[in-house]
């Protein structure tokens, strides 16, 4: 089955500075790349999401690259805010489910 | 329009014990997906559910069983109870099956196996 590493599992950065999670998956077929955002006592929230024939996709301060030749995906927050504070999940599709990343907690200093 | 909804919020159960937990998907969506979360990790799927016909399985043991309704509701159920199966449990929606399509997730039921 898929296999889906997510790295770092902590971070802090201070308010104003960029924030970048990478996630590595082990099967070649994966073609969609959700990320979620998770806030305590919550359900996981869809941020942003790139499908295989894309390799950037932009909203607003949030972008997610993805490599299909090295199978790594990455989130980027810039100019970070506090309520950027919360868990990420990186999660791909293969065969008939998503396997998800085991998260990042990023910690936004004000 | 509402998100997807989840009930009860929080359950408390004993060992042997069994439990239904509830999922209303989001209005059009016709695929519901279920997942259980422990404290720390990503979600792992449990079940996929589009037009009331199981559409995916994960790894997990035939005490927990699902069924979707005709309004695309779904119900997931839990027998024989263990320490275990202590997690939230999510329930997700989407417009339908397939390996592109946006899943979006409830709030959970927090179930404690006592």
């Known amino acids: 089955g898929e296999n889906v590493e997510q790295h770092p599992s902590t971070l802090s950065v201070q308010e104003g500075d960029s924030a970048v999670i990478k996630c590595t998956y082990s099967?070649?077929?994966?073609?969609?790349f959700p990320w979620y955002k998770q806030e305590l006592g919550k359900g996981p929230q869809l941020i942003i999401d790139i499908r295989s024939n894309v390799g950037e996709k932009k909203d607003q301060r949030i972008a997610v690259t993805l490599n299909k030749t090295a199978k790594h995906f990455s989130l980027h927050i810039t100019e970070t805010q506090p309520e950027d504070s919360a868990v990420y999940f990186c999660a791909a599709f293969f065969g008939n489910q998503f396997y998800f990343g085991t998260g990042t907690s990023l910690t936004v200093i004000p | 329009d509402a998100g997807v909804t989840q009930s009860p919020t929080h359950l408390i159960k004993t060992r042997g014990q069994h439990v239904t937990l509830r999922c209303s998907p989001i209005?059009?969506?016709?695929?519901v997906s279920w997942y259980q979360q422990v404290l720390g990790q990503g979600p792992q799927f449990i079940f996929q559910?589009?037009?009331?016909?199981?559409?995916g399985r994960g790894n997990f043991p035939d005490r927990f069983s699902a069924r979707q309704f005709p309004n695309y509701s779904s119900e997931l159920n839990v027998n024989a109870l263990l320490l275990g199966d202590s997690a939230l449990y999510l329930c997700?929606?989407?417009?339908?099956?397939?390996?592109?399509?946006?899943?979006?997730f409830g709030d959970g039921t927090r179930l404690s196996i006592l």
């Open positions: 209005s059009g969506h016709k695929s």
């Open positions: 997700a929606s989407s417009l339908m099956s397939g390996d592109n399509q946006p899943q979006h």
């Open positions: 099967d070649s077929a994966s073609n969609y």
């Open positions: 559910y589009y037009e009331k016909e199981e559409r």
